[in-house]
């Protein structure tokens, strides 16, 4: 089974920058993509951003495109979110996953199911 442990999340003023951290256990970190996700109260999940298992392709949605940056340690089994210029439009709780695909189709991801999610870490913009 795996195990995801998001951190990083926390208060920040639109404008500012923020890196999250998504740490995975259980699991041959190597063989999967990593993915991020979002949910904001009252609305779906929705994908964020995807890095495939070497690190060499990416893929954002539109909304964070230009602004977030997905990166991976492959040697600490660990992926990260890098958000640059946040908006309160960001605000929410942030979710890593692993997927056995890379597709630079965000709602391909939108829909998908996962299982385990970790608990998330909340990002609060404030304007």
């Known amino acids: 089974q795996v195990q995801l442990v998001e951190s990083g999340g926390r208060l920040v003023q639109a404008g500012e920058s923020l890196t999250l951290t998504c740490e995975v256990s259980g699991r041959v970190f190597t063989d999967w993509a990593m993915a991020w996700f979002r949910q904001a109260p009252g609305k779906k999940r929705e994908f964020v951003a995807i890095i495939d298992e070497y690190g060499d392709k990416t893929h954002y949605r539109d909304s964070v495109e230009g602004r977030f940056t997905v990166t991976r340690d492959n040697a600490k089994s660990t992926a990260y979110l890098h958000m640059n210029s946040l908006k309160p439009e960001d605000t929410a709780t942030y979710y890593c996953?692993?997927?056995?695909?890379?597709?630079?189709?965000?709602?391909?991801?939108?829909?998908?199911?996962?299982?385990?999610w970790g608990q998330g870490t909340q990002v609060t913009v404030s304007s």
């Open positions: 996953n692993t997927d056995a695909l890379f597709l630079a189709r965000s709602t391909y991801y939108d829909n998908r199911h996962y299982s385990p």
